[in-house]
């Protein structure tokens, strides 16, 4: 899984792109670029890399990107088989922090703005939107303008005050990737994104970065401010999560699908980084009454 940085530039005289993409699936494609990016998920379901964070994803998801962050949205296996009738679809709203210049967002008035802006460096998840947001924000990709643009300014105010947010990659993961761009950091992250979940070696990795695995070990926590085994730990964590909420699996092969060797190892890792057990998790995710914006959506057309 290489790094690729894309161009998302507005090519219409606009200062900023805002467009609905729709495809039989997401492009499987671990990226970043200088724009930040708000994604509406409006058709679909899968996994989230942001950074590294791995999180599902469902219809109804809000989330800021912040720029140069590295992310992919990779959907379920079904909608990658040959003869699948599925299809995703999303807002994608692509701007630069300073889209209306940079004395713009420095006014008193706007420096709420230029906050979510930076808070957006780790990426974003807006929880429990109102229905009524994303139905603005789907309402604005038919303005032009002074009015698109106005509405957009309305749509980030009124996520700049939205309280129920998560942030999703790490303090540690933000460092490593500004301070250590670099072919060697890239062949190492995706080293560790397609083996997280299988047999993943300290003296493999130390290899692909052409250093013993003592220099390698001593790199990698500089960088990353925590050891390689932590790091890959919490990557393999964050995907049992993402596995647990699913439903699809339950605790024993979740353990092994998130590349655990046994279940005692997996309880004390999962513990140990969450503060609660998979059972505890699992409970704490089904207490959440709060409808999601697909059954807001299911209720709309009753």
Known sequence: MKLHRLDRSSIDNSSFTAKINEYPHFLKIWHYHPELELVVILKSEGTSFIGDSIEKFEVGDVVLIGKDLPH???????????????SAKAIAIHFKEDFLGKAFFETPEMIHLLELFSRAKFGLKFLNIDKKLIDDIQMMLELEGFEKTTAFLIILNKLAKHKDVKRLASTGFINAFKTAKSDTQDKVQAYIFNNFNKD????????????NTSAFSRFFKRINRKTFSRYVTEIRVGYACKLIIEHKLNISGICYESGFKNISNFNRQFKTIMNCTPSEYLKKYKIKTTPSYSSQLQLSKQ
């Open 72 to 86: 992919m949205w990779l959907n379920n296996t079904p909608y990658f088989e040959e003869d699948s009738q599925k």
């Open 200 to 211: 993943i070696r300290l003296e493999e990795a130390a290899k692909i970065a052409c250093m």
